[in-house]
């Protein structure tokens, strides 16, 4: 037997694919500090401008209408460029406010929770608060969890305008990304009110965190903040 049939035949055991996943998913482990949230902003930047790309207006499409499959396909691919970009852009937000993005170590737990505790410390967490032992290299935070917290980061008086203006887009942009990456459902109806809404939540966001003024993503009426 070759020398790599030999290789892959050890390979693809599952011991051996465990182990061969490990190796390979240690390359991106990492504990982000806040000078990182500049390689996610410039990472959401390049999901946003994609969608753009696109010169898209969402139409809304009867359930199984295959009237207009090339318009249904890009707004498949808008979707996912948003969803995918609104959540490396949320975590350049915590990142750049000085929150961790991070999840606390499993095995850790219960001495963090006893951490926290003594030290009256509450979520989201702040990076100069955890100590590096508690974070989790593997994972990051969920976008529940980054939603759960925003009106923290963003420190809004008035609570109304905060989910008006900037959340309920993200989590527009949630949604979609969980039905095109995760259902099995091939419609999506849309209407100028969810366009909307996501385009007021991205062009306020840069407005307001990182004082850029950026173009809408999607070709409808928005307002800013």
């Known amino acids: 037997m070759a020398e790599e049939d030999k290789y892959q035949e050890k390979l693809f055991t599952q011991k051996g ?13 990492r504990k982000y500090n806040q000078d990182d949230y500049l390689t996610f902003k410039l990472r959401a930047d390049k999901f946003f401008n994609f969608c753009r790309e696109l010169k898209l207006t969402f139409i809304e499409i009867p359930r199984r209408d295959n009237t ?14 948003l969803g995918v970009g609104c959540e490396l852009l949320l975590k350049s937000i915590y990142l750049k406010k000085g929150y961790i993005i991070n999840s606390i170590n ?25 100590p590096k032992r508690f974070i989790d290299s593997k994972n990051t935070f969920f976008m ?20 008006t203006y900037i959340k309920k ?6 949604v979609w990304r ?7 459902i091939g419609y999506h109806n849309e209407t100028n009110d969810l366009s909307s809404a996501l385009n007021m939540s991205i062009i306020n ?13 999607i070709r409808t009426a928005y307002k800013e903040f």
């Open 178 to 184: 969980n039905k095109e990456a995760h259902s099995g």
């Open 144 to 163: 529940n969890y980054l939603l759960k917290h925003l009106h923290t980061i963003f420190q809004l008086k008035n609570n109304k305008r905060f989910i």
């Open 68 to 81: 207009f499959p090339e318009i249904f396909n890009r707004q498949i691919k808008a979707r996912l460029f």
């Open 17 to 29: 694919l465990n182990k061969y996943i490990k190796k390979y998913e240690k390359i991106f482990y």
């Open 106 to 130: 499993k095995d850790k737990r219960k001495e963090f929770k006893k951490f926290i505790q003594k030290k009256n410390i509450s979520e989201p967490y702040k990076i100069k608060e955890i």
């Open 169 to 174: 887009g993200f989590e527009v942009a949630r």
């Open 205 to 217: 966001t840069y407005s307001i965190i990182f004082n850029e003024k950026v173009s809408p993503l």
